[in-house]
């Protein structure tokens, strides 16, 4: 009897912290920092500029956030798993990028607000965020488009799909090469069944997405690196646990001869857009002041 009993204590024991950690994963902040700009409500009033869009597909939403000067280039924030629109709001408040540029940041499909079902396939978001940029009539400027995490696959299907429209390409820690993107521990955790059905949408969708990512979407993307003949800035940190920093090579080894520039912070983690967002601003101006120059 006794026995028995401490049976079900250390059941109970492991089944409970099996539910604490389920719910712990449900935080998108376990994964992602939260830090918007202490004036986040200012800047939707009429001073500040930024702006909900939404592209309306079958009664479900894409949601944007459009800022800045309608006069500059285009740049397109799409951000990782999970997170959503805001995880560049304090990057660009921080250096003014809506004085000199329009920004129009993404809620990816099934993050954010943006409710469109999600499936985790990259040619399918490309499309989403294609047809908002189209029905803005922002297609024909010219534009950089800025992906972190596994946002950098999402912006590269944009490329692929669209060369004429993207003039380059910021991938900031992107989950970009196959070897290196092995579902991690918590991923298989995550798909077990008593335990998914604890988490909140955006992990699922998270977890989704991410082995999707390397059981198939990277292996067809990667046939295709060498078409991207856009100017490429790669902001890469050597201290990311998420992102292994030989990605960055076996990207440029699979490019051939594309035009990449590699901007490396040997102290660096996986979040740069909080820790180290003068990098992804080093990015913008070096994009734009190409314009058809080489970098």
Not at 72 to 88: A, E, K, M, Q, R
Request: with cysteine; hydrophobic share 40%.
């Amino acid at each position: 009897m006794k026995k028995r009993k401490n049976r079900f204590l250390i059941w109970n024991i492991f089944m409970g912290s099996l539910v604490f950690f389920a719910l712990l994963l449900g935080s998108t902040h376990f994964f992602t920092p939260s830090n918007q700009p202490d004036n986040f409500d200012l800047l939707f009033n009429e001073s500040g500029g930024f702006h909900s869009v939404y592209l309306e597909k079958e009664e479900a939403k894409l949601h944007g956030v459009l800022a800045g000067n309608p006069e500059g280039n285009l740049i397109v924030f799409i951000h990782g798993s999970p997170g959503s629109w805001t995880d560049f709001a304090s990057m660009a408040d921080s250096f003014k990028l809506d004085e000199s540029y329009q920004l129009l940041f993404i809620d990816r499909p099934g993050f954010g607000e943006s409710d469109i079902k999600h499936t985790g396939i990259l040619s399918e978001q490309a499309m989403n965020i294609y047809e908002l940029i189209d029905e803005l009539n922002l297609r024909d400027k010219k534009m950089y488009v800025f992906g972190h995490s596994y946002g950098g696959p999402v912006a590269c299907a944009m490329a692929l799909q669209y060369p004429e429209m993207v003039d380059g390409l910021g991938l900031i820690a992107p989950c970009i090469a196959w070897p290196y993107q092995v579902p991690k521990w918590y991923n298989s955790f995550a798909s077990f069944l008593p335990i998914n059905l604890l988490l909140g949408d955006w992990l699922k969708n998270s977890n989704r997405e991410m082995v999707r990512l390397y059981e198939i979407e990277l292996l067809e993307m990667e046939k295709r690196f060498s078409e991207l003949q856009m100017p490429i800035l790669y902001v890469q940190g050597g201290k990311d646990i998420l992102v292994n920093a030989k990605s960055a090579d076996y990207f440029i080894e699979k490019c051939g001869g594309c035009n990449i520039e590699t901007i490396y912070n040997a102290e660096m983690n996986h979040f740069v857009p909080w820790s180290h967002p003068q990098l992804i601003f080093q990015a913008i101006e070096k994009l734009n002041e190409t314009e058809n120059t080489d970098l």
